[in-house]
């Protein structure tokens, strides 16, 4: 079953996938998150631009090696094939910044290259716009967490598709609920209930809350869930599910990708990554864009029973499959914390 996934919220570098070329990316806020699909597009686009391959590509620090030689050359293939419709995954090329700009803006992103110094510089903007429907449209409520009330919204169970799959690991239990979408692609949400004196309550899926988990111990978790989840058992203990609205914007850094050059002479000037995560009663949507100057200059040096609704009302992690991409091949990451859930205004 997570054979084949794109994961829409949640940093997922599984087996297969270096961690270390997303690790320490974004340590913004609560939530991780990164859009590799966004970055290989780019890259592509710049590699197709100047005529070159991606055996062509130099790196300057190991973080881009380690991307390149594999998170790349994983994604190049769904980049370059029919995976994605045209809104979904695009890109533009263009010697005028204002042009560029003009197109990030029109899309929802905030992120502006800097005027290019080089009248030969070019730049290259990539542009990721997916959306998922509920099979029915939730039903709007509202539910409190840590003394705040967040707006939230109702999943039936029945109406759209939704199992839930259940392990017990020492006094833990992990639960995963699998939601069926009007698109095909599934989502996935992954919470942790604790055994204590009042019986099992739900606690943030990382213990300490306080503190922000890294790139790394996010794609732990999620690839320990990929690798057992046949140890999984189905359950049918649960009406429905109830999340809560999200509004996610941050622009994890890319200056780890300066300095690679994409061509002789070519290299990386400016790189910037905005990342947009909206979900409610209707749906969710992620959208992400990158963009680069690519600019001639010398080359830098080189280094080598009882039925209740399951209330998700903790910080949890929440992922979407697509048919035909490998599960290592995530779309972008995210940890949600309570940072960018929705107040409830109405109360």
């Known amino acids: 079953m997570l054979q084949k996934s794109i994961l829409l919220m949640l940093l997922l570098v599984s087996t297969g996938i270096v961690r270390d070329s997303f690790c320490d990316v974004s340590k ?14 780019a890259l592509d686009t710049a590699s197709k631009t100047f005529g070159t391959t991606s ?8 973080q881009q090696e380690a991307f390149l030689s594999n998170t790349f050359a994983l994604y190049r293939k769904h980049v370059a094939e029919n995976t994605f419709q045209a809104h979904e995954l ?39 716009d997916i959306l998922v429907k509920w099979k029915e449209k939730a039903r709007c409520q509202s539910m409190q967490s840590a003394g705040q009330e967040y707006a939230s919204f109702f999943l039936p169970k029945k109406t759209n598709g939704i199992t839930f799959f259940r392990r017990n690991t020492q006094d833990q239990e992990t639960v995963i609920a699998r939601i069926e979408t009007q ?34 111990v996010v794609a732990d978790a999620i690839s320990s869930l990929q690798s057992t989840f046949d140890k999984f058992q189905r359950v ?15 622009q994890p850094s890319l200056e780890w990708l300066k300095k690679l050059e994409v061509a002789p002479e070519w290299f990386i000037e400016q790189a910037l990554q905005e990342v947009i995560f909206k979900m409610n009663e209707d749906g969710a949507r992620a959208k992400a864009a990158v963009a680069l100057e690519v600019e001639m200059k010398a080359a830098p040096p080189m280094r080598v029973v009882h039925r209740e609704p399951l209330v998700v009302n903790k910080p949890f992690l929440l992922w979407i499959e697509r048919s035909g991409v490998p ?21």
Request: proline share 5%; net charge neutral; hydrophobic share 35%.
């Open 28 to 41: 913004s806020g609560p939530v991780m998150s990164l859009s590799p699909l966004t970055i290989c597009k």
């Open 55 to 62: 055996s062509s590509f130099k790196p300057s620090n190991d």
């Open 90 to 128: 695009q890109s533009f090329v263009s010697s005028n910044v204002a042009e560029l700009n003009k197109i990030l803006r029109e899309r929802g992103f905030s992120i502006q290259l800097q005027s290019f110094r080089d009248v030969k510089s070019l730049g290259v903007v990539s542009l990721q």
């Open 183 to 216: 698109t095909n692609d599934i989502v996935y949400c992954a919470v942790r209930l604790q055994d204590t004196d009042k019986g099992k309550v739900l606690v943030p899926f990382f213990q300490n809350s306080e503190t922000v988990p890294t790139d790394s």
């Open 236 to 250: 049918t203990n649960y009406n429905g599910i109830e999340l809560p609205m999200i509004h996610y914007q941050n």
């Open 327 to 347: 599960a290592e091949l995530p779309l972008f990451a995210a940890y949600l914390h309570q940072t960018y859930w929705k107040i409830d205004n109405a109360q």
